[in-house]
T-cell receptor, first 113, second 115 residues
């Protein structure tokens, strides 16, 4: 069965420092991987996706993610965190030929001034 | 601007009552989805539809029903059979393009509570 794991419920980082939000996946096939962000009482906003090609994917708001097939990971990164990046982040996976997404449980990012 | 509109933003249900959550999109997307969000559990798929007049159950369909009479609309009914309906409900839509899964676009949700 397909699954996504976000091992950290919360990540704390100081403003200006680099941040990483971790995601690992388990699928029986080639994965399509996504990152979304959710602000309080709002829907999810798409940040970036990996389909094929370059393992480093660049997305919105300066975020990027690195696909690592051997470690089945897709960690979200940003070189310099902003207080406004504080939100709930979701990793999701789907398989080619299906449009159903499987979401992780989310990681709350807190950036301190 | 194109987007997904969910209404109402807050909804209260009495015991034994059915309630319907609205979801409308003007993105001309083929597929629409309903998710339930509970704290610490991420998003779980309730129902989805890839075409008008057709829909499929997701992982937690029991106690819910949907319809897809128009491409733009995908209302969700939370029936009295759903014993724990308190949650944040999110509607999403996406295009369907063979060979490349497209991102889903989300509405701003409806928060349902029990009176």
């Amino acid at each position: 069965a397909q699954s996504v794991a976000q091992p950290e419920d919360q990540v704390n980082v100081a403003e200006g420092n680099p941040l990483t939000v971790k995601c690992t996946y388990s699928v029986s096939g080639n994965p399509y991987l996504f990152w979304y962000v959710q602000y309080p009482n709002r829907g999810l906003q798409f940040l970036l996706k990996y389909i094929t090609g370059d393992n480093l994917v660049k997305g919105s708001y300066g975020f990027e993610a690195e696909f690592n097939k051997s470690q089945t990971s897709f960690h979200l990164k940003k070189p310099s965190a902003l207080v406004s990046d504080s939100a709930l982040y979701f990793c999701a996976v789907s398989l080619w030929g299906t449009d159903k997404l499987i979401f992780g449980t989310g990681t709350r990012l807190q950036v301190f001034p | 601007d194109g987007g997904i509109t969910q209404s109402p933003k807050y909804l209260f249900r009495k015991e034994g009552q059915n309630v319907t959550l609205s979801c409308e999109q003007n993105l001309n997307h083929d597929a629409m989805y309903w998710y339930r969000q509970d704290p610490g559990q991420g998003l779980r798929l309730i129902y989805y539809s890839q075409i008008v007049n057709d829909f499929q159950k997701g992982d937690i369909a029991e106690g819910y029903s949907v319809s897809r009479e128009k491409k733009e609309s995908f209302p969700l009914t939370v029936t009295s059979a759903q014993k724990n309906p308190t949650a944040f409900y999110l509607c999403a839509s996406s295009t369907l393009r063979q060979g490349e899964n497209q991102p889903q676009h989300f509405g701003d949700g409806t928060r349902l509570s029990i009176l």
